[in-house]
């Protein structure tokens, strides 16, 4: 084979890699919900494949700006298919689905878990800035959770949760870390 031939093989195989790029993930649903805004109470959100309406939990604070040692974590919607409204999630909501239940405080640490999940018990916590924090195991990693995606399937009164994503950064590493939960 010719030096010119080898040449223009070299070329087209190059040309074949160039455009043989690794594939995005498929898109999500999520992908074009809105991202609540960051403050220092946010600890993490929930969103739905259903709506973009999102569940916000947020730490509360006692006069002296540190962690309310009765009902530190509060929850709420932002109903973004309403105006961006804010509204506390309903009793029953509270009571079986989106509610956490407190354990204990100390030394300004809650422990928390979620009522619909004995599975992922949660911290509370305030760093040196101010910003609280949730902290958890994510796939077997100590992270800082920042967001939960819910994928249910719609299709009688009550939805059937098919898995839920959990999303956080890892707290040695920052590294961003993911677990998939089946009920």
């Known amino acids: 084979m010719s030096g010119r031939r080898i040449c223009l093989m070299l070329a087209v195989v190059g040309q074949l890699f160039l455009f043989a790029q690794p594939m995005d993930p498929a898109p999500s649903v999520f992908d074009g919900f809105p991202i609540p805004p960051a403050s220092k109470n946010l600890l993490f959100y929930i969103q739905r494949n259903k709506n973009a309406n999102t569940i916000l939990y947020e730490a509360q604070f006692d006069a002296d700006g540190r962690l309310a040692a009765k009902d530190p974590v509060k929850v709420n919607w932002i109903r973004y298919t309403n105006g961006a409204r804010y509204e ?20 300004g ?3 928390m878990r ?6 992922y018990p949660f911290r509370v916590e305030v760093d040196g800035t101010g910003q609280a924090m949730a902290h958890m195991f ?18 009688s009164f009550w939805p059937k949760i098919l898995y839920v994503d959990l ?13 998939r939960a089946y009920p």
């Open 109 to 111: 640490v809650a422990w």
């Open 167 to 179: 999303f956080g950064t890892e707290v040695l590493t920052g590294k961003e870390v993911m677990e």
């Open 114 to 119: 979620f009522v619909a999940s004995d599975r």
């Open 88 to 107: 506390p999630i309903s009793l029953l909501e509270s009571n079986i689905a989106y509610g956490v239940r407190h354990k204990h405080t100390t030394e």
């Open 138 to 155: 994510i796939n077997g990693h100590y992270a800082r959770l920042e967001r939960a995606e819910i994928h249910a399937k719609e299709d």
